[in-house]
């Protein structure tokens, strides 16, 4: 098998995640890149989770619907997942057409805890796949470190209790990292020179505060929780303007109680990074499922008019480069910037290729000794900005309309003033962006057939570009919108499809905006990702 997936299942609570990564492990070893798909309910304890790893010689778009192998749990897994030609499951608590392997009983001889039935289970699938048991040690030691003895010996046990089924082709060795797109923020923050993170925690970011409160350890990153997502962003917003770099976090839930905070935020010119994770709403919606139905409410948070940069990578290299940026951009702009992500994207480990040292640009300065006048009028509608103290001057900022000095103001020319301000920074800001990629384009460039998506959807519409000879382009940056990069990126294309996962079209409503109405439209609303067939299905349906 040049290309193989697997499905591993079972309740919450029985290392389905950890199965999952040690799968993942394993093939990357055996030189393939991986992409991990998790699904669980948003339940405090039960319910039935499923990991499937999906893996390739190219970089995976997403899983198939239906996998190679499946590694069982329980008998629900058995249930649920019909039609895959090789089983393995745990014998004791299970029945099924398959290779069963004793994983309760090898647990209790070897005095292990309950949970480590995942090992034994993932040893016997490594038999049954054909892996090399030294590949399967060393992903072992990788994965479990001080603990990988005892994994070992359960997984051996495992391994000797099953039999060979299907064999997988072992390529070259070159195992890339796996990371998930949260993870890649954190990292992309940090590499963009971030002081502080402050969050609420909140599916599915909450991992990106799990992440930066481990690297505090041994750092200078200052990790705040504070008691709701009001007192985050208003925190954040008080570190910013006393100088420190600070990003937060949350979901659609959470984001809505920092509203006011975003219009501070434009008005004031206090520059913040917020990271905006998606998931299924209204209110609290599925909360442990994937969604793109936040892109209009990111687009037009906040009451007034003031500039805002949206970015929406779609792999983990741009999560982690386009993070980097965001910290570099919200603070040469000083305005709110947004880094659109979702469950896809953010909880979902996938081999990546990030550069550590990638470079980042240096803002620009235009300190002046003397007066300092926080907002002062400028040619490009860009003021100094300069965190107290600063000797012989108070800094001020203001939420009201203010005039160049940050004194408040209803009078009618300085209002109008503070206001073409504004205006005019977004123009160069508008100007500034061009420099950037802001638009990828895969497939082939000049296919007459384009698809245009944003965000974690952009892979799978990759790969499956990729399969029908599709032009692919999808805006990173959604917010100024790239108009020149994208009218570039569709010449001459006949026909639009837009591929989202939303129900009205907020992508297709943003590019109609421009001039550019969608031919066709495929949308998904029910939480899970495109699985690579049921997209290529849907787009073959509506071209031919």
């Excluded at 985050?232 to 990003?247: D, E």
Aim: hydrophobic residues 40%.
């Amino acid at each position: 098998m040049s290309e193989f997936s697997v499905c591993i299942g079972g309740q919450a609570g029985e290392g389905i995640n950890k199965g999952g990564l040690l799968i993942a492990r394993i093939a990357g070893l055996l030189g393939y890149r991986v992409y991990m798909y998790y699904d669980y309910p948003s339940l405090i304890r039960g319910g039935h989770n499923f990991a499937t790893i999906r893996a390739a010689e190219k970089d995976c778009g997403g899983i198939t619907h239906r996998p190679d192998f499946l590694c069982a749990m329980d008998q629900e897994t058995i249930q649920r997942h019909t039609g895959i030609e090789v089983i393995v499951y745990d014998a004791d608590v299970a029945k099924a057409d398959g290779i069963g392997v004793p994983a309760s009983s090898i647990v209790k001889e070897e005095n292990a805890p309950a949970i480590a039935r995942n090992t034994v289970i993932v040893g016997a699938f490594c038999r049954a796949a054909g892996v090399p048991r030294e590949i399967m040690e060393e992903a072992i030691r990788r994965e479990f470190g001080s603990r990988a003895d005892a994994n070992i010996c359960l997984a051996l046990r495992g391994y000797h209790e099953s039999k060979e089924e299907r064999s997988i082709e072992i390529k070259t060795p070159q195992e890339s990292p796996i990371m998930t797109g949260n993870d890649a923020i954190a990292l992309g923050l940090i590499r963009g020179g971030l002081d502080a993170y402050v969050s609420y925690p909140m599916t599915p970011s909450s991992s990106i505060l799990h992440t930066m409160a481990d690297l505090a350890r041994e750092s200078p990153l200052i990790v705040i929780h504070p008691e709701n997502e009001i007192a985050v962003i208003t925190m954040a917003l008080g570190l910013s303007y006393a100088g420190k770099r600070v990003a937060v976090g949350t979901s659609g839930g959470g984001f809505c109680l920092m509203n006011e905070g975003v219009s501070l935020a434009g008005m004031a010119e206090v520059p913040v990074v917020i990271v905006m994770a998606m998931r299924p709403g209204p209110s609290t919606g599925m909360p442990t499922y994937s969604s793109q139905g936040d892109l209009s409410f990111v687009l037009h948070a906040g009451h007034g008019e003031f500039p805002r940069i949206v970015i929406a990578p779609g792999t983990t290299n741009e999560a982690y480069e386009w993070s980097a940026r965001a910290v570099h951009l919200a603070w040469q702009f000083q305005c709110p910037t947004f880094i659109l992500s979702d469950k896809n994207l953010g909880e979902h480990p996938a081999s990546t290729d990030i550069d550590p040292e990638f470079p980042i640009p240096s803002p620009s300065t235009h300190y002046r000794e003397g007066i300092y006048r926080r907002y002062c009028i400028t040619d490009n509608g860009i003021s100094p900005f300069r965190p107290p103290p600063v000797p012989g001057n108070v800094v001020k900022v203001n939420s009201y309309t203010h005039d160049e000095d940050g004194i408040t103001t209803e009078e009618p020319r300085k209002a109008s003033a503070a206001m073409v301000k504004l205006i005019r920074k977004g123009a160069t800001l508008d100007n500034e962006m061009g420099l950037y990629g802001c638009v990828r384009v895969d497939g082939i460039p000049d296919a007459p057939v384009a698809i245009v998506c944003f965000g974690s959807t952009g892979e799978a519409c990759r790969e499956v570009g990729e399969r029908l000879s599709l032009r692919v382009v999808r805006p990173i940056v959604l917010e100024p919108f790239p108009i020149m990069q994208f009218a570039e990126s569709l010449y001459k294309a006949e026909m639009i499809i837009v591929v989202e996962e939303n129900a009205t079209g907020q992508l297709a409503s943003l590019i109609q905006r421009f001039g550019y109405p969608a031919d066709r439209n495929i949308r998904s609303v029910n939480g899970r990702p495109f699985t690579i067939d049921e997209l290529e299905a849907a787009i073959r349906e509506v071209i031919e």
